[in-house]
């Protein structure tokens, strides 16, 4: 199934006005169609899996922007630091602290997200603000990490006061926690991209709308 590419350009030229970055999500999509894409001029791509990461990446330009966007275990993290561009999913010390190490040994700094947990969903991942402030006490002692914001993902739900209601608790821990300059608050994805905006987002991760559905 080929790009929606009309629904891409006039997203894009959208988000481009309003100074928001576009991240095209393409987990389970095919080579073929992230290239299609990049022809068209696009360069943030955002995956979710290490391994179908690692085999895109290789057949792929290297000039794309590559952000990991999925839950990141421990073990996988070595393969994924020398070319990513963002991790948006960082939910613990442990995880960290490994970024932190995988960094250090080829001298790359690395740019991470806190993801924190807004949804009524017990499957998402996330830090609480307790967690959150914890972590960020720690940061400053990582020194191959660069902390630039938050990232988070809110309930699947039809209503969109719920949706509203927590991306707004994340812009508030924004405000309070993010970085002073230029920090990113990651949130909003196809089905609630113009909600988050509007209560604060500065980076839209977009699957289905650009790529069509996922099976
Ligand atoms: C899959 C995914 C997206 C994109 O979802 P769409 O609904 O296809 O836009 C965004 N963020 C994360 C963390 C995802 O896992």
Redesign the pocket.
């Known amino acids: 199934m080929p790009v929606l590419q009309e629904q891409y350009l006039s997203l894009r030229k959208d988000l481009s006005k309003r100074k928001i970055c576009l991240v095209a999500?393409s987990?389970l999509k095919p080579v073929l169609e992230i290239q299609e894409l990049y022809d068209l001029g696009q360069r943030d791509f955002?995956e979710?899996y290490v391994q179908e990461l690692l085999e895109k990446a290789e057949h792929l330009p290297n000039d794309i922007r590559w952000h990991y966007?999925?839950h990141l275990q421990t073990n996988k993290v070595k393969q994924i630091v020398p070319f990513v561009q963002l991790i948006?999913?960082v939910d613990s010390l442990k995880l960290a602290e490994e970024i932190n190490k995988q960094a250090k040994k080829i001298d790359k700094k690395v740019d991470i997200l806190l993801q924190v947990y807004i949804a009524e969903e017990e499957t998402k991942f996330g830090l609480d603000e307790e967690e959150l402030k914890a972590l960020l006490e720690k940061l400053p002692s990582l020194s191959h990490l660069r902390y630039r914001g938050l990232?988070g993902?809110a309930s699947f739900s039809d209503d969109p006061a719920q949706v509203r209601k927590e991306f707004s608790q994340l812009n508030q821990l924004f405000k309070k926690y993010g970085p002073d300059e230029d920090g990113i608050l990651s949130m909003g994805?196809?089905?609630d991209?113009e909600i988050a905006i509007e209560e604060g987002s500065n980076l839209v991760?977009?699957?289905?709308?650009i790529?069509g559905e996922?099976k």
């Open positions: 999500v987990k955002g979710n966007i999925g948006h999913s990232m993902m994805m196809s089905s991209h991760r977009i699957g289905s709308l790529f996922r």
